[in-house]
């Protein structure tokens, strides 16, 4: 049976191996008689899976030893909350935090962390269009800022960062946060530049309902009084990540992603099939005479995330139903934004791109 290409932004498509695994394991788990989904989550089965799965996962992103790896639930969108409840405390008052603004995750992240912190946006993108990054050496950082926020990879807009900022080169000692969902895992991770990184499961990892939470040792006694124990890094950490029952089935289904992704070559595979999928798009599209058209400058342009707009709007449900019609599945671009938009995770072989391409310019001979 061959299957479609999924080009969704999330939930996303994974890799084929991990769900026939999955699909194997589905009624008895290496003979024990059950299911992952009916494990006990403190019992030896799963404390053996989730053990692995954050074995594997230090070693893919080599997470330095002074670093936490947490399964937390709640997605993104729940960590704008929790990490200024964990990270902008200060005694007897709202701390500071500063935002980079450079697309629609990061300004949804400014939105919220202003209900627990005396927020101010460090640089934004928005007057272009949230096409560009703004560099580093413009951000205005306050001296008494908790920590600096950014996201690395505006799933949205298709921007990415391609490096990290140095906080200390800016003159800034507060950690740097990172909401890294989109993109995680198709690079290295410079972790000397970071206090924080968090990613929901669902774009590049695995299943909804797992967030992956890397956090610095020393950054795990800031909470806030209100933070919720359920959502405190200090007592995540303490239990192994099972302060709580952790989202068990998300966790194993990653940890196979993490076993096929080391089985493929790990990051340096993962970045190099990023770099070739997303360059034969953008050549597609940049060669196209403007019939396609995408907005992002160059050097920020996302391997992962690659919006585009027919330069003939009307086209665009013709073009999408020749999509589905031709195995190209969940090319429509987010509601914020229209137009069109190829997720390119890595789950997404590289056949998969040489397939949209072929359609791309087939459309465009039909329709140019
Ligand atoms: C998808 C996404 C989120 C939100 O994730 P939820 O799990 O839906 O809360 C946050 N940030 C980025 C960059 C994303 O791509």
């Known amino acids: 049976m061959s299957r479609p290409f999924n080009f969704s932004a999330g939930p996303a498509a994974l890799p084929e191996p991990v769900l026939q695994q999955a699909a194997a394991e589905m009624l008895d788990w290496r003979g024990g008689g059950m299911g992952v989904m009916e494990m006990s989550h403190r019992g030896k089965a799963f404390t053996s899976i989730a053990e692995a799965a954050e074995r594997d996962l230090r070693e893919l992103l080599a997470v330095p030893p002074n670093f936490h790896i947490l399964f937390m639930q709640g997605g993104g969108l729940a960590e704008n909350a929790i990490v200024p409840m964990n990270l902008a405390g200060v005694p007897g008052g709202v701390g500071a935090v500063d935002l980079v603004v450079t697309g629609a995750w990061s300004e949804k992240s400014a939105a919220e962390a202003q209900r627990y912190a005396d927020v101010a946006v460090a640089a934004s993108t928005q007057a272009g269009g ?3 990054l703004p560099p580093p050496a ?5 001296r008494n800022t908790r920590y600096v926020h950014l996201c690395s990879n505006e799933t949205i807009h298709g921007v990415e960062f391609q490096e990290l900022p140095d906080l200390p080169n800016l003159g800034c000692e507060a950690p740097l946060v990172v909401d890294a969902s989109s993109h995680i895992l198709s690079r290295p991770i410079d972790f000397s530049h970071v206090g924080l990184v968090f990613a929901g499961a669902q774009k590049n990892i695995g299943p909804a309902g797992l967030t992956i939470v890397v956090v610095r040792e020393d950054l795990l006694d800031r909470a806030m009084p209100c933070c919720p124990s359920a959502f405190n890094y200090r007592l995540v950490a303490q239990a192994n990540s099972m302060y709580n029952t952790p989202p068990t089935y998300s966790i194993y289904i990653a940890g196979l992603v993490f076993q096929w992704l080391k089985a493929e070559g790990g990051m340096p595979a993962m970045e190099q099939r990023a770099l070739q999928r997303s360059a034969l798009l953008y050549r597609t599209i940049d060669e196209s005479g403007g019939f396609y058209v995408n907005r992002v400058a160059r050097g920020v ?4 995330n690659i919006p585009f707009f027919l330069h003939d709007e009307r086209l665009q449900d013709a073009f999408l139903e020749g999509a589905q019609a031709a195995g190209l599945l969940q090319l429509k671009g987010h509601k914020s934004l ?18 949209l391409v072929a359609y791309l310019n087939e459309f465009q001979r039909r329709h140019g």
Do not use: E
């Open 130 to 132: 949230y096409t560009d």
């Open 138 to 142: 413009t951000w205005r950082l306050r």
């Open 301 to 304: 342009r996302s391997r992962m």
């Open 338 to 355: 229209g137009g069109l938009r190829a997720s390119l995770y890595n789950a997404m072989p590289l056949q998969g791109v040489q397939a």
